[in-house]
Structures are given as structure tokens and as C-alpha cells.
């Protein structure tokens, strides 16, 4: 007989589970995006991770925890028998997947550095000289007070 603790319990498993697969969301669109974030805006601070990235990951700890806990403790109780228990134990898994590679995503964005000589938003930029395919060399500072668009493809 399911009674209201059970339900209390699958209400709570759920929850915790969820935020387990929001983690493993966040590692893989976080990872696909990666590239494209940092090649937009260098000064993302790195999506705020290297402030206080302990926050984030105690939350998505502890909900793993509490899944795993409670799919361990209904371990005989007759409710969360049959399908019921085999989806306990696949959305634990999935926590604990989305967990480590969580810790796997954000542990280096929470080490990275910026890079030296890089300028701050607003400060002016270095001065530096490209050139074109027709062998022209042009400079930053020729275009002083001027907008100035800079198309580099990169092959790789």
C-alpha cells in the first residue's frame, strides 16, 4: 500500500534525480558551447564558475546523494518494487553520470586563467599589423578613431 511517506519519498527522489540530470545538461551544453562562448567574449569570466563554483556543485552533490540514498533505502519496501525500482536505479545512474561529469567540466573552468596581455573590456587594444592577401600590411593604429572589422578565418 502506497502511503504518504512514499509519496514523499518518490517526490523528493524526483527532485533530487532532476537536478542530477540538469548537471549532466549543463556539462554537455555547457562543452558544446564552450568554444563559441569563449570566441565571443574572452572576459565571460568564464561563466562565473571561477568565483565560487563550489556552490553549484555542493547543490548538484547533494542531490545526487539524496537520490542515491533514497534508491538504497526503498531497496525492500514493496511500492518501489518491479519498474518503479528499475527507474530509481536508471535515474540515480544518471545523477551520478551528470555529476562527474559536471565536476569533470567545471573543475578546469574554475582553474582557467586569463591570458597575459589580454586587455580588459573598455581598455584600448595593443597595437597590431595584418596583412592581406595582397600582401598589404595594414596596422590598428592607421585606423585610429575609425570603426575597424577584422574577419579572421581559422583553419582548423
Known amino acids: 500500500m502506497v502511503n504518504w511517506k512514499h509519496k514523499l519519498l ?3 527522489w524526483a527532485l533530487a534525480t532532476l537536478n542530477g540530470a540538469i548537471s549532466l545538461i549543463i556539462c554537455l551544453v555547457g562543452s558544446a558551447t564552450f568554444t563559441r562562448l569563449m570566441a565571443v567574449n574572452s572576459m565571460t569570466d568564464h561563466m562565473v564558475f571561477n568565483e565560487q563554483p563550489w556552490k553549484l ?16 533505502a526503498v531497496n525492500n519496501s514493496p511500492p518501489f518494487q518491479g519498474a518503479l525500482r528499475r527507474v530509481m536505479i536508471s535515474g540515480s545512474a544518471v545523477a551520478v553520470l551528470g555529476l562527474s561529469l559536471y565536476g569533470l567540466y567545471v573543475g578546469p573552468l574554475s582553474t582557467m586563467q586569463a591570458a597575459e596581455g589580454v586587455p580588459e573590456v573598455g581598455e584600448q587594444a595593443p597595437d597590431f599589423a595584418i596583412t592581406d592577401p595582397t600582401d598589404r600590411t595594414w596596422r590598428l593604429s592607421d585606423f585610429h578613431g575609425d570603426i575597424l572589422l577584422v574577419f579572421y578565418r581559422g583553419y582548423w
Open 10 to 12: 518518490l517526490n523528493v
Open 57 to 72: 556543485s555542493l547543490f548538484f552533490t547533494l542531490s545526487t546523494i539524496t537520490s542515491l540514498a533514497i534508491t538504497v
